[in-house]
């Protein structure tokens, strides 16, 4: 069974503290994982896609890094509006019979000015 | 450019009751997803389709049917709705093996 544990659940950063999140998981096949951002209310909205180990994306003051057991967010001089839930979901091989799209339980992260 | 269009955004239901969730893309996209979110418990999927004519359970799909017989909509239904299904539910479409996107949410409480 896929799964995907992300840590810390909670992280309050002043503005300017640079940090990262991180996304352990197991996938049969991995075949993408992927980086939202949620505010409240709101659906997630896309941030990254990773496809192999060693692979980084970045935008903006977020690098995504992705080896074969995890994955990091790292938050570079981050400013408030970057406060939201961070979620990280795995895409495994859906011939194996792995189910679309397995989500963590996301970081909550605070950026306090 | 509307994407992912849900609708009702909030509904109480009396223990019971049934309704359906309406969901609608415009970007012609094949695979479409119903997931449920609980406080602190991340996204759970119900329900999902890779094309019309096709669905497949996900990993709580208990109390909800779906339908897909059009690329662009994909209903959820609540039959006999209970306490348990109170949550917000998204629906996201997408292109095989490519991001998802969600629609803004449904805010169902079941009293």
């Known amino acids: 069974e896929d799964q995907v544990t992300q840590s810390p659940e909670a992280l309050r950063l002043q503005e300017g503290e640079s940090s990262s999140l991180n996304c352990s998981y197991t996938v049969s096949g991995l075949r993408g994982l992927f980086w939202y951002r949620q505010d409240p209310g709101k659906g997630p909205e896309f941030l990254f896609t990773?496809?192999?180990a060693g692979e980084e994306k970045e935008k903006e003051r977020l690098k995504a890094t992705l080896t074969k057991k995890e994955s990091f967010l790292h938050i570079t001089a981050p400013k408030p509006e970057d406060s939201a839930t961070y979620l990280c979901?795995?895409?495994?091989?859906?011939?194996?019979?792995?189910?679309?799209?397995?989500f963590g339980k996301g970081t909550r992260l605070s950026v306090i000015a | 450019n509307a994407g992912v269009t849900q609708t009702p955004k909030f509904r109480i239901l009396k223990i019971g009751q049934s309704m359906t969730l309406q969901c609608t893309q415009d970007m012609n996209h094949n695979y479409m997803y119903w997931y449920r979110q609980d406080p602190g418990m991340g996204l759970k999927l119900i329900y999902y389709?890779?094309?019309?004519?096709?669905?497949d359970k996900g990993e709580v799909p208990n109390g909800y049917n779906v339908s897909r017989s059009t690329t662009e909509d994909f209903p959820l239904r609540l039959e006999l709705a209970a306490p348990s299904q109170t949550s917000v539910y998204f629906c996201?479409?997408?292109?095989?093996?490519?991001?998802?996107?969600f629609g803004s949410g449904t805010q169902l409480s079941v009293l």
């Open positions: 389709s890779v094309g019309a004519g096709i669905t």
């Open positions: 996201a479409s997408s292109y095989p093996k490519e991001k998802l996107f």
């Open positions: 990773l496809y192999s």
């Open positions: 979901a795995v895409q495994g091989d859906l011939t194996a019979g792995n189910t679309p799209l397995v």
